[in-house]
């Protein structure tokens, strides 16, 4: 049984930080590919960033420049650095780990608000 555990959520101003956190328990794959999803109110899950063990990134064009993604394969944890933040960037953001085969879990979720 795999979990996922989000934190660092809340309310931001605009231009303002963040700092999520996902710590991941359970029998897990050392080869694994580690993300954050959102979900922006009225609109469909959308990719974030996602990191693998061997530390390869990728980032949705909305925020490269602006968050970075990195984390501590000891820890089974992955960090989303949010800088710059804007009001589009509101949603609920999603950890995601999964590897090769069906296995694809996912954190229950914590609200990110940017709004002065």
């Known amino acids: 049984q795999v979990q996922l555990v989000e934190s660092g959520g809340g309310l931001v101003q605009p231009g303002g930080s963040l700092r999520l956190s996902c710590a991941a328990s359970?029998?897990?794959?050392?080869?694994?590919?580690m993300g954050w999803y959102r979900r922006a109110p009225g609109k469909q899950r959308e990719l974030v960033a996602t990191?693998?063990?061997?530390?390869?990134?990728n980032y949705a064009d909305s925020v490269k420049g602006r968050f970075a993604i990195f984390r501590d394969n000891a820890k089974n944890t992955v960090y989303l650095q949010m800088n710059s933040l804007k009001p589009e960037d509101t949603a609920v953001y999603f950890c995601?780990?999964?590897?090769?085969?069906?296995?694809?879990?996912w954190g229950q979720g914590t609200q990110v608000t940017v709004s002065s």
């Open positions: 995601n780990l999964g590897w090769r085969g069906p296995n694809d879990y």
């Open positions: 359970g029998s897990i794959f050392s080869r694994n590919v």
């Open positions: 990191i693998t063990s061997e530390y390869n990134r």
